[in-house]
T-cell receptor, first 114, second 113 residues
Framework: EAQVTQNPRYLITVTGKKLTVTCSQNMNHEYMSWYRQDPGLGLRQIYY???????DKGDVPEGYKVSRKEKRNFPLILESPSPNQTSLYFC?????????????FGEGSWLTVV | QKEVEQNSGPLSVPEGAIASLNCTYS??????FFWYRQYSGKSPELIMFIYSNGDKEDGRFTAQLNKASQYVSLLIRDSQPSDSATYLC?????????????FGSGTRLQVQP
């Protein structure tokens, strides 16, 4: 089954404690991306990757890091989380950069930073 | 100015009515437009996409695009309570733009039984 898997799905953490949200896709997609979703602001892109070892900033990259060492994995790293990073996070993948009709979203990760 | 704008709603319609959801975009380079439906706490799911001016129909859904006016809409005929959700409009840039999709903030639709 084609899917994008995120973990953890739910996490409450404390300010400053490093955390990683993993994302894995089994469709051999080149393009992967992270979004955060906040009330009234819609989905905003954090980082994206066009292929292995190729990553770039989206609209709201501050406070986040990513890596793309393997095609299937695209973890999101919060080195020192702060309360303003409390949000719903989605990982997404696509065969090509411009393929909205084939963007696959993960189920989302609810992150609370206290 | 937001690149993709939507009225946040809620838009309330009675069951069986036509729901009309609207979206405007600022970048004339936008080439493809998408409507996603998102239930509370769930991931977005694609309803329709449209590339060309005019209407595109798929079942109860019709997407309308007017590039001259930079306007895209989604009509839902015979609205059902199960259509109650937030509808996200998204646009993509042609070529190798850095983003796959730019999303609007969404319109919440409520279909009253």
């Amino acid at each position: 089954e084609a899917q994008v898997t995120q973990n953890p799905r739910y996490l409450i953490t404390v300010t400053g404690k490093k955390l990683t949200v993993t994302c894995s896709q089994n469709m051999n997609h080149e393009y992967m991306s992270w979004y955060r979703q906040d009330p009234g602001l819609g989905l905003r892109q954090i980082y994206y990757s066009m292929n292995v070892e190729v990553t770039d900033k989206g609209d709201v990259p501050e406070g986040y890091k990513v890596s793309r060492k393997e095609k299937r994995n695209f973890p999101l790293i919060l080195e020192s989380p702060s309360p303003n990073q409390t949000s719903l996070y989605f990982c997404a993948s696509s065969p090509r950069l411009i393929s909205g009709n084939t963007i696959y979203f993960g189920e989302g990760s609810w992150l609370t930073v206290v | 100015q937001k690149e993709v704008e939507q009225n946040s709603g809620p838009l309330s319609v009675p069951e069986g009515a036509i729901a009309s959801l609207n979206c405007t975009y600022s970048d004339r380079g936008s080439q493809s437009f998408f409507w996603y439906r998102q239930y509370s706490g769930k991931s977005p799911e694609l309803i329709m996409f449209i590339y060309s001016n005019g209407d595109k129909e798929d079942g109860r859904f019709t997407a309308q695009l007017n590039k001259a006016s930079q306007y895209v809409s989604l009509l839902i005929r015979d609205s059902q309570p199960s259509d109650s959700a937030t509808y996200l409009c998204a646009a993509s840039l042609r070529g190798t733009g850095r983003r796959a999709l730019t999303f609007g903030s969404g319109t919440r639709l409520q279909v009253q039984p």
